[in-house]
C-alpha cells in the first residue's frame, strides 16, 4: 500500500472480457516515474494520451485509428505547461492549455501540420481564469473562474463570442458534456445554499431547464452568502466565502467553521454540502478562503504557494482567521478550522505556527512528514509544489514549517482530532500517526489531542454514506463541543 507506484502502461480492456486479455496499448520502461492517461475522440478516429510526471504538466500526442503499429505522433514532449484536449472537428484539434497563458486559453491544432508555430488561439486568455471547456452541438462552451465562482460563455468553432450561460446566482457548474453534434448537454449548478440541480441545455435556444434537484430538506432562503476580501502578512488581496443565516448578530459568539486547501492549482467553489447546511442551521458561520496555491487566479497564483513559497499559504489562511476575529464572526474560542490533504497539512503547520488563533483543528488524511512524503506512493508527484528534501535549500524550508518537526512542548494547543484511513494509498496514514505521536508526546495541556482512523477505507473517494455519516458526526460533535457550544437539535 504504502510502496512508490511506478511503471504505468495504458491497456486496451473489451468490456466482458477478463483482464487477462488486455492489450497493452502503451508503456515507456525508460521513464518507470511517469503516469499516463488516454482519451477517444467522439469520431473515433484520433486516440489520445497524456503523459505526467507530477501533478503539473503534461506531455501529449496522438495516434490515427488504423494505426495501431505505429507509435504515437508526440505532440508536446516537455511537461512545463498543461495541455488537455477537448475534442476535435476533423483533422482540427482543440486543446486547453496554460502555454504563454498562465490563465489558460483554448487552441486549435492541425494534426496534419502538427508543429507549434502553425497552433491558433481561439480563446484567447483573459483576465478570469479558463477552468474547462467542452465541444458540443458546433459550439465551445467554455466555464470560468471568476473570483472563485464560475460563470460560463458559449463561442463558435472559431473563437465568435455568442452568449452567458445564466445561473441562479454565485455558484459552481460542472458537466456541459457531450457529443460533438449533440444539441443538447447538461450541467449542475450548486452553491453553500443552494443543493445541486441538473440543468438541461439547449445550446442553439439559450435555454436551461430543470432536469433533477436534489430532495433536501433545507431553506436556501434562510442564509446569505457573501465574498469578502482580506490582507494577506505581504499585502496580497485574497478573497473569502462566508455564510451564515440572515439574522446572524457579529458578536463573536458564533461557532465558526474556516476551511481552506491552498495547493496543486485546485480551486474550491461555493458547493452545497449537507454536513456545513447542519453547522449553519445550529447559528454556525462557514467560510471558504481561496488562499495562494490554489487556481483561483491561474497560474501565478498557484505559483505563489508552491516550493519556496509555501509559507504564503499558511499567512493567507492565518489572516482570514484574524479576519473573521476583527470582524466579530468569531472569538480564538469559537473558531475552528478544518482542511484535508494538503489541506490537512495547511492546518497542521497552521496550529503549530498559531495555536493561539483556535478552539479546534482538524487536520485531515494530511501530509505531515514534508522531509519523506516523496518516498511513498505517488508522493513524488508533489514536488514540483513542496520541493523535495533531496535539495539542501528546499530541505530547510520544508523543515521549517513540516507539521511533524515543529510540534511544540511550550505551546497552548487547541482541541486537535487527526484523521485518516488504514487503506489511504495517496497520503498513507503514517503521516498522520507520526503527527499525533508527537502531539501526544510534547503537548502536556488540557485540550484533548486524538486520532480518527477509519477503517477499510482511503483517502475520501469513494467513501459509503454510512461512513461519511459517521465522520461528519464525529467532527461537528468534536468542534461543538470544544467551543463548549450546545446544539439544539
Known amino acids: 500500500m504504502k510502496a512508490e507506484n511506478i511503471n504505468n502502461k495504458v ?67 516537455t511537461f512545463e505547461q498543461d495541455y488537455v484536449p477537448i475534442g476535435n472537428k476533423d483533422n482540427i484539434l482543440y486543446v486547453l492549455t496554460n502555454h504563454d497563458a498562465p490563465r489558460y486559453k483554448l487552441i486549435a491544432i492541425d494534426m496534419n501540420k ?76 450548486t452553491s453553500f445554499n443552494y443543493p445541486s440541480v441538473i440543468f438541461k441545455y439547449n445550446i442553439a ?7 433533477h434537484k436534489s430532495e433536501v430538506d433545507f431553506n436556501g432562503d434562510d442564509y446569505i452568502t457573501k465574498q469578502v476580501f482580506f490582507e494577506s502578512k505581504d499585502g496580497t488581496k485574497v478573497p473569502m466565502f ?25 480551486t474550491y467553489t461555493p458547493r452545497f454540502s449537507v454536513t456545513n447546511s447542519v453547522w449553519m442551521e445550529q447559528g454556525g458561520v462557514y467560510a ?46 469559537r473558531l475552528s478550522i478544518i482542511g484535508g490533504s494538503n489541506g490537512g497539512l495547511l492546518v497542521g503547520a497552521v496550529t503549530n505556527q498559531r495555536p493561539d488563533l483556535y478552539a479546534a ?10 522531509l519523506r512524503f516523496h518516498k511513498f506512493t505517488i508522493g513524488r508527484y508533489w514536488t514540483t509544489d513542496y520541493g523535495s528534501s533531496e535539495d539542501s535549500i528546499q530541505f530547510e524550508y520544508l523543515y521549517k514549517y513540516s507539521p ?39 503537548y502536556k495541556g488540557d485540550h484533548p489531542v486524538i486520532i480518527r482512523i477509519e477503517t477499510d477505507a482511503g483517502h475520501g473517494g469513494g467513501k459509503p ?15 461543538w463541543y470544544n467551543m463548549n457550544f450546545n446544539p439544539k437539535f
Request: charge should be negative; glycine fraction near 10%.
Open 288 to 333: 471558504l478562503a481561496g488562499i495562494r496555491g490554489g487556481g483561483e487566479y491561474g497560474e501565478e497564483w498557484h505559483k505563489a504557494g508552491t516550493i519556496l513559497n509555501k509559507q504564503n499559504v499558511f499567512d493567507d489562511f492565518i489572516a482570514a482567521s484574524e479576519f473573521l476575529i476583527a470582524e466579530k464572526y468569531a472569538t480564538p474560542e
Open 11 to 77: 491497456f486496451y480492456h473489451e468490456v466482458g472480457t477478463p483482464q487477462s486479455e488486455d492489450i497493452i496499448i502503451y508503456k515507456d520502461p525508460e521513464h518507470p516515474d511517469r503516469g499516463f492517461g488516454v482519451s477517444v475522440s467522439d469520431d473515433e478516429q484520433y486516440l489520445f494520451i497524456r503523459a505526467s510526471e507530477s501533478t503539473s504538466g503534461n506531455a501529449f500526442g496522438f495516434k490515427k485509428s488504423g494505426m495501431d503499429d505505429k507509435p504515437f505522433n508526440w505532440l508536446v514532449n
Open 114 to 189: 502538427s508543429d507549434s508555430e502553425s497552433w491558433t488561439d481561439i480563446i484567447p486568455e483573459k483576465e478570469q481564469v479558463l477552468e474547462s471547456c467542452s465541444l458540443v452541438g458546433g459550439h465551445l462552451i467554455a466555464t470560468y473562474l471568476k473570483d472563485a465562482y464560475n460563470e460560463t460563455e458559449v463561442f463558435g468553432l472559431d473563437g465568435t463570442y455568442r452568449h452567458n450561460v445564466e445561473f441562479p446566482g454565485i455558484g459552481s457548474v460542472n458537466g456541459f458534456g457531450g457529443k460533438t453534434n449533440d444539441n443538447i448537454t447538461f450541467y449542475t449548478f
Open 205 to 211: 435556444e439559450d435555454k436551461s431547464e430543470i432536469y
Open 404 to 442: 511533524v518537526h515543529n510540534v511544540s512542548s511550550d505551546k497552548d494547543y487547541p482541541a486537535i482530532m487527526v484523521t485518516t484511513a488504514d487503506h489511504d494509498d495517496r497520503v498513507v496514514p503514517a503521516h498522520s500517526f507520526k503527527y499525533i505521536a508527537e502531539l501526544q508526546d510534547k
Open 465 to 479: 454514506t454510512e461512513k461519511v455519516i459517521e465522520e461528519s458526526t464525529d467532527e461537528l460533535a468534536f468542534f
Open 242 to 266: 462566508i455564510v451564515h443565516k440572515k439574522e446572524l448578530v457579529l458578536d463573536g459568539t458564533n461557532p465558526t467553521m474556516l476551511y481552506g486547501y491552498g495547493g496543486f492549482n485546485i
Open 361 to 370: 483543528a482538524i487536520p485531515a488524511v494530511g501530509v505531515m512528514d514534508m
